[in-house]
């Protein structure tokens, strides 16, 4: 089985590659400007905040940026057992990644699926992809829990990350999501980008999760008989989320960005290169136009 978490990485690192060095070290800045004195990154109210200091670590190691991993671990150590599980599960993830404790057992991850536990079984499968250790019957497992939720009529109603997240656990069990791949590529907006839900304005979040999901069936399946989309407005859209404090926002009416959407981002721009062992030589022809390179 793939190791989703490495592939989110992969893309996100193609999508850094394609910046300008000068561009690289301005947003690496940013970031490292958002780590507090406690070891975290700061959220949207100035605070470090575990979830976001998921992204802002995810970000800098797409940069291939140094960042001060001993003050994270420590501060990430302290909220393990925050009383917010979202929280707790980022900690976990992080810490788990960087060696600091040991990763999720097939048990943890299995007695969150059986009890209905959404967001900690999530988290306990992205941990574990993260340490390649997730069999494949836990997908299906997973899928089969999930299925009933992503039918025509209920995908119209789902936001497109959501969409997305079902997208890519159903190629993950094996199965193609066809039924889903239409309801995500309905919410692609000829301008660039994709939009969370019907008559929304698009945003970064939405594309990235969208046109990653796509991608990964697509590869799954090797699946060559579809027309190959021409990335070049969605270029424009997410150089356009790009704010003047270096980060990246929601969407280009954002005031200012925060470490979350500076990830989501790098992975939609990734997701605009093809990936090779080229790569990471030059920016696409698209995406150095809609720079202005």
Sequence with gaps: MSNLLHLLEDTAARGA???TPEA???????????????????????RPDPYFSLFAWLSLRALGAAYDRDRLCVY????????????????????ACEGQRHPFSRLKWLAALLR???????????????????????ARAA??????????AAALRLPTPRLAAGLVLATMAGGRGT??????????????????????????????AARFAIDFEKA??????????EPTADLVFIEA??????????SPTAARGDAEHTFYGLLALGTCRRPGPSAGSRPDAAAERARGG
């Design 179 to 208: 039924g889903i791949v239409p309801a995500l590529e309905a919410r692609r907006c000829a301008h660039g980008g994709f939009v969370s839900a019907p008559g929304a304005l698009p945003d970064v979040l939405a594309t990235a």
């Design 220 to 229: 799954s399946a090797k699946d060559c008989g579809r027309k190959k989309e």
């Design 76 to 95: 990430l150590a302290a909220r393990r057992h925050d009383p917010n599980a979202v929280n707790a599960l980022c900690a976990d993830l992080v810490l």
């Design 143 to 152: 899928w089969r829990r999930q299925r009933s939720l992503f039918g025509a």
């Design 17 to 19: 590659e394609g910046l």
């Design 24 to 46: 690289r070290v301005t947003l690496a800045a940013a970031l490292r400007a958002l780590q507090c004195p406690e070891g975290g990154f700061a959220g949207l109210d100035g």
């Design 241 to 250: 989320c790009w704010t003047e404090d270096g980060l990246f926002g929601a």
């Design 116 to 138: 209905g536990d959404a967001r900690a079984a999530y988290g306990a499968f992205l941990a574990m992809l993260a340490t390649g250790r997730v069999p494949s019957w836990a």
